[in-house]
């Protein structure tokens, strides 16, 4: 572990700034938000414009429930797009409720302060 984040810091300070941003959040604590999507979906579509201003709290990672991969994802959720996980819990569905959003930002924000 310790090889890798010397690795990455390494590589962010010779590296173009966007490639920066995507290592040193890779290299964070930020939390990671899940969206379970599938195309066509614009309620995910809606979601995600609505995560946009807060992208720099979390790191977004979307699952396809369609893929072969990804079939228990589907079999759970096929009716119920968009679902939110945060941090491998869920979070919601059917829509982004942005305050539940920001007030579970903040609880973990203040845990991992407390940490410290």
């Known amino acids: 572990m310790f090889r890798?984040?010397?690795?990455?810091?390494?590589?962010?300070?010779?590296?173009s700034s966007p490639l920066r941003r995507l290592l040193c959040?890779?290299?964070s604590n930020l939390p990671v938000l899940t969206l379970f999507t599938k195309k066509p979906c614009p309620l995910c579509d809606e979601a995600k414009a609505?995560?946009?201003?807060?992208?720099h709290k979390f790191i977004f990672q979307?699952?396809?429930?369609?893929?072969p991969d990804h079939r228990a994802w589907y079999e759970r959720y096929k009716n119920d797009?968009?679902?939110?996980h945060l941090n491998g819990q869920f979070l919601m569905?059917?829509?982004?409720?942005i305050?539940?959003?920001?007030?579970?930002?903040?609880?973990?924000e203040l845990?991992?302060?407390?940490?410290?």
Do not use: C
């Open 93 to 97: 569905k059917h829509r982004m409720y």
């Open 50 to 55: 609505m995560l946009e201003p807060y992208k």
């Open 99 to 108: 305050e539940e959003l920001e007030k579970q930002l903040l609880n973990i």
């Open 25 to 27: 959040e890779a290299t």
């Open 111 to 116: 845990q991992d302060g407390g940490k410290g």
């Open 81 to 84: 797009i968009p679902v939110f």
């Open 62 to 67: 979307e699952v396809d429930i369609t893929l």
């Open 4 to 15: 890798f984040q010397s690795w990455t810091l390494q590589l962010t300070k010779h590296s």
